[in-house]
């Protein structure tokens, strides 16, 4: 069975800095993975959607890489902002479920 | 579209009472997940659907729980009878199978607390 894990589960940083948070999982027959942000007492928002024979996804300060064959994904996040303080979790797709990690709670410190 | 529709946001019930919550997919899309969110567990995966067919209820954690999807715009999880312990955020979710490399989209949640 698929194991997600997300290292670290909190996260506190200074306005401004960059960082990444990382997600590994145990089984690489996967056709894609996805990072999700969720803030306090609301749903998922989809952030990054990355194919498995893709490599990497940008939108705006976000970077997500993915390398299968070692079972890795990063989001690295640029300039962070207060705004950016919430949950990130990871969700990857093998067979015809998602398999989520238990998520990095970030805070971004103004 | 205006996404995957959950309702009600909130649900606050008595110990035993019957509590159904439910969720309309993204018109199109014909797999759809239910999920549970706790501090103490994450999200776990309780149920999924293919074409309103149940694929998967591993998950489901006990007969009281059960879900159906009479048909592609709509399903219903029901708890019955529903304990403290069953307090939690459930999640709709959404997605296409036209090739497995689709994202998933998710609903709100109901925030579910039974006292």
């Known amino acids: 069975k698929q194991e997600v894990t997300q290292i670290p589960a909190a996260l506190s940083v200074p306005e401004g800095e960059n960082l990444v948070l990382n997600c590994s999982f145990t089984?690489?027959?996967?056709?894609?993975l996805q990072w999700f942000r969720q803030d306090p007492g609301k749903g998922l928002t989809s952030l990054l959607l990355?194919?498995?024979?893709?490599r990497e996804q940008t939108s705006g300060r976000l970077n997500a890489s993915l390398d299968k064959s070692s079972g890795r994904s990063t989001l690295y996040i640029a300039a962070s902002q207060p705004g950016d303080s919430a949950t990130y979790l990871c969700?990857?797709?093998?067979?015809?479920?998602?398999?989520f990690g238990t998520g990095t709670s970030l805070t971004v410190i103004p | 579209d205006a996404g995957v529709i959950q309702s009600p946001r909130h649900e606050v019930t008595e110990m035993g009472q019957e509590v159904t919550l439910r969720c309309k997919p993204i018109s199109g899309h014909n797999s759809l997940f239910w999920y549970r969110q706790t501090m103490m567990r994450g999200l776990e995966l309780l149920i999924y659907?293919?074409?309103?067919?149940?694929?998967?209820d591993s998950g489901m954690p006990e007969d009281r729980f059960s879900a159906k999807m009479p048909n592609a715009s709509f399903s219903t999880l029901k708890i019955q009878p529903s304990e403290p312990r069953d307090s939690a955020v459930y999640f709709c979710?959404?997605?296409?199978?036209?090739?497995?490399?689709?994202?998933?989209?998710f609903g709100q949640g109901t925030r579910l607390t039974v006292v």
């Open positions: 659907f293919n074409n309103n067919v149940p694929i998967d």
């Open positions: 969700a990857v797709r093998s067979g015809n479920q998602f398999y």
């Open positions: 089984d690489s027959a996967i056709y894609n």
């Open positions: 979710a959404s997605s296409s199978q036209q090739g497995l490399n689709t994202e998933a989209f």
């Open positions: 990355i194919q498995s024979s893709q």
